[in-house]
């Protein structure tokens, strides 16, 4: 099931989109990242892409998909053993993901019209920065309190 972000972005000239900062936060994405892209039968899907290596200790050969994810069969092991610090921990780290928290667009724009009657002189760009949200949702936000 797809979830409506509320979100729209034109492709220019040349058929790039920006993908909004919220987005790229919520899905761990960061400039530079790959991506993949899916046709599905709603419509196009695009998440990070984490190429083909164990999610736990980054290996390559003997890969298993389980939940989105592939794992080596020395970590299928291990975690079947009941023993996974052994062999995660001769590799890299496991890093856990930022998750950002989903906030309410009322308690966005109460929060906007709040740090508007505070500061009447600051920019849009410092609006953004103060909410921790791009500058783009802060002018929809804007275009809402209207």
Request: aromatic letters at 6%; charged letters at 25%.
């Amino acid at each position: 099931m797809m979830k409506n972000t509320g979100m729209t972005r034109p492709l220019d000239h040349l058929g790039r989109i920006v993908l909004p900062k919220e987005l790229r936060n919520s899905m761990n994405i960061n400039i530079g990242d790959a991506l993949d892209f899916f046709i599905t039968p709603e419509g196009l899907m695009i998440r990070k892409y984490t190429g083909v290596s164990c999610y736990f200790c980054g290996a390559v050969d003997h890969l298993s998909y389980f939940r989105d994810h592939l794992i080596c069969k020395s970590c299928i092991e291990n975690l079947k053993s009941d023993n996974p610090s052994s062999h995660l921990s001769e590799s890299r780290p496991v890093q856990p993901k930022k998750r950002r928290s989903y906030r309410n667009q009322n308690d966005l724009l109460n929060k906007l019209k709040q740090l508007m009657q505070e500061h009447p002189n600051v920019s849009q760009k410092e609006l953004a920065e103060m909410l921790e949200l791009s500058q783009g949702r802060v002018s929809q936000l804007k275009k809402l309190l209207l």
